[in-house]
Each structure stands twice: as C-alpha cells, then as structure tokens.
C-alpha cells in the first residue's frame, strides 16, 4: 500500500478552567483519543473574572493531564482564532453538556468561522455524569465548605480547596 506523509492533526482546547474539572478532564480525554495533538488552552472570557490566577489554572491542568503523552498547556490572552492560525490546528474542540449550552457555544463557533472561514468547531459530549458539571458549581461548593471531591480530579482537591480558603 502506498504510505502517504499525513500532517499532524493539532486541536485545541480553550476554556476558562476556573478551576479545571471532571467534565474538562472527560473532554481532554476524548479529544485525545481523536486527535494527534491536544493544545489545553487557557483563554480569557472577557464576560468573566476568574478567581484562579491565569498560571494557577495552568498549573492544575498540568497536573491533571499528566500521563496524557499527547496533551501539552497553554495560556492566551487574545483572540482564539489567532491563536489556531499561529499553531496551525485543524479545529477547536469544546464539549457541550446540556441543551442549555448550545446558544452560547453556537454563537463562539459561528463568529470564529467568519474570523476564520476555515475554522472548524467540533462538540464532544461528556460522560452523563459529567454532563451539568461546571467550573462555577465547583467555586461555589469549595467557597462554602462543601465537598468537591466528586467533581474534581483528586489529583487537585487539595489545592484548589486551599487556594479557594486562602482566597475567601
Ligand atoms: O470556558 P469558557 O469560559 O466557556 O470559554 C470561553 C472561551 C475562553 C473559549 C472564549 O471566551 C474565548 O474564546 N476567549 C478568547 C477571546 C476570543 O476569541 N473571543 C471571541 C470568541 S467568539
């Protein structure tokens, strides 16, 4: 058979990752399975303040991701589709949860094709249990003393309760 050089299929991964949780990491995963190349990008959401300093985000994906041989971290402080034309990616994976995100999420892919006609959004689906998991229902749960061990990687239930105690 005829071997043909294929490119390296790059894609990445933005998010506020206010802090990274389960349902991030399940979407990591999946993506890493499809793609050559997973880039976790730590990105600005002007509509947010995050409360996890910009390297204290990158830090606990980090050390969520590690063992994934295909996943590198990243920070970014402009526009995404700059961001995927500098690194020469085929797609920006997002994973959408339930019906309540489409909208949004709709709205981010359309107006980064007409940035950029050839970008291309794909949606991954998270595990069941994953699927109303959110940043802000972490942050809420560890601000009050509430157990986040179910919706963390344990690999960082320490840290982000400490931080969130150091924080409030
Ligand atoms: O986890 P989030 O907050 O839903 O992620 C949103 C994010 C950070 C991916 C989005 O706000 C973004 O792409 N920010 C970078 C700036 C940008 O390109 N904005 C235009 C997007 S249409």
């Known amino acids: 058979m005829e071997q043909t050089q294929e490119k390296e299929r790059v894609v ?4 506020s990752f206010d802090p990274i949780t389960n349902g991030h990491q399940d979407i990591i995963r ?15 959401n002007v509509a947010k303040t ?3 300093s910009i390297d204290e985000r990158v830090a606990l994906i980090e050390t969520v991701c590690q063992g994934m041989e295909n996943v590198q971290v990243d920070k970014f402080n402009g526009l995404l589709i700059d961001y995927v034309k500098e690194s020469g990616a ?6 959408l949860r339930a019906v309540s995100d489409f909208d949004y999420e709709f709205q981010m892919a ?34 009050l003393g509430g157990d986040i061990r ?9 840290t982000v309760v400490r931080r969130m105690r150091e924080k409030f």
């Open 12 to 15: 990445i991964c933005p998010g």
């Open 30 to 44: 999946r993506a890493s399975t499809l793609f050559d190349r997973v880039i976790v990008l730590v990105s600005a």
């Open 50 to 52: 995050p409360i996890f």
């Open 90 to 95: 085929v797609a920006i994976v997002k994973g």
């Open 110 to 143: 359309l107006t980064n094709r007409k940035l950029m006609p050839s970008a291309e959004t794909v949606f991954l689906t998270p595990s069941n249990d994953n699927m109303y998991l959110a940043s802000s229902v972490v942050r809420q749960i560890a601000q």
């Open 150 to 158: 179910p919706f963390v990687p344990s690999c960082i239930v320490e």
